[in-house]
T-cell receptor, first 112, second 114 residues
Framework: AQSVAQPEDQVNVAEGNPLTVKCTYS??????LFWYVQYPNRGLQFLLK??????LVKGSYGFEAEFNKSQTSFHLKKPSALVSDSALYFC??????????FGSGTRLLVRP | DGGITQSPKYLFRKEGQNVTLSCEQN?????MYWYRQDPGQGLRLIYY???????QKGDIAEGYSVSREKKESFPLTVTSAQKNPTAFYLC?????????????FGPGTRLTVL
C-alpha cells in the first residue's frame, strides 16, 4: 500500500533556531513529492516540490527540502524559524496516478 | 488561496438535506479536485476532474456527487446518503492532471450537520 509517514505529531522549536519536519514515504515508481502548509481554518498553501534533478529543493518563505532516494525521505527544513511559521505541515507524495497521498501532518510550534 | 474561491465559508445542514458546495477558479486550470479533511487527519480525495464534462471517483465518493459543466466550476453536492458529512471540504485545481503539476487549494468550506 502506498503511504506517507510524518513520525512527529508536533515539532517544537525556538524562534531563530533551525527546524526540520520529517517525512518518509512508500510509493511505487519514482514519486513526485510535495510539501504544503495549513494555517488554522485555511486551505493548504504550496511550499515546494521535488520532481527530478537536484536533491535539495528550495521553496517559499525560506523553506527547503532534501530528497533522499535510498532512505525514501523528503525532510522539510528551514535555517531560522519564525513564530509565524507555526502551522500544520503536510508531506504529500504523488505516484504515477493522479492522487496526492496525505498523512495526518506535523504541527510545528515556534516559541518566541 | 488566490484564484480559487469556495463558498460558503461555513455551512450548516440539517440531517436529510442535500447541500452544494461551490468551487470556482480563474486560473484556466484543466484539473479540479475535492478533498475532505477531518480533525487531526490528512486529506482524502472525494472526486476529481481532469477535463470538462468528465470526472472520476476518488477514495471516498459514496454520498457525494459532482458536475463539471464549465472549466472554471466544480460544485460538490453532499447528499443525505453521506452518513457523516461534518468536515472541512477543500477544493483544488491544477494546470493539468499531470503528476508533476502542483495542486493549488481554495480556502475551504466547513460543513456542520445539526
Amino acid at each position: 500500500a502506498q503511504s506517507v509517514a510524518q513520525p512527529e505529531d508536533q515539532v517544537n522549536v525556538a524562534e531563530g533556531n533551525p527546524l526540520t519536519v520529517k517525512c518518509t514515504y512508500s510509493v511505487s515508481g519514482n514519486p513526485y513529492l510535495f510539501w504544503y502548509v495549513q494555517y488554522p481554518n485555511r486551505g493548504l498553501q504550496f511550499l515546494l516540490k521535488y520532481i527530478t534533478g537536484d536533491n535539495l529543493v528550495k521553496g517559499s518563505y525560506g523553506f527547503e527540502a532534501e530528497f533522499n532516494k535510498s532512505q525514501t525521505s523528503f525532510h522539510l527544513k528551514k535555517p531560522s524559524a519564525l513564530v509565524s511559521d507555526s502551522a500544520l505541515y503536510f508531506c504529500a507524495p504523488r505516484d504515477s496516478s493522479y492522487k496526492l497521498i496525505f498523512g495526518s501532518g506535523t504541527r510545528l510550534l515556534v516559541r518566541p | 488561496d488566490g484564484g480559487i474561491t469556495q463558498s460558503p465559508k461555513y455551512l450548516f445542514r440539517k440531517e436529510g438535506q442535500n447541500v452544494t458546495l461551490s468551487c470556482e477558479q480563474n486560473l484556466n486550470h484543466d484539473a479540479m479536485y475535492w478533498y475532505r479533511q477531518d480533525p487531526g487527519q490528512g486529506l482524502r480525495l472525494i472526486y476529481y476532474s481532469q477535463i470538462v464534462n468528465d470526472f472520476q471517483k476518488g477514495d471516498i465518493a459514496e454520498g457525494y456527487s459532482v458536475s463539471r459543466e464549465k472549466k472554471e466550476s466544480f460544485p460538490l453536492t453532499v447528499t443525505s446518503a453521506q452518513k457523516n458529512p461534518t468536515a472541512f471540504y477543500l477544493c483544488a485545481s491544477a494546470r493539468t492532471g499531470s503528476n508533476t503539476d502542483t495542486q493549488y487549494f481554495g480556502p475551504g468550506t466547513r460543513l456542520t450537520v445539526l
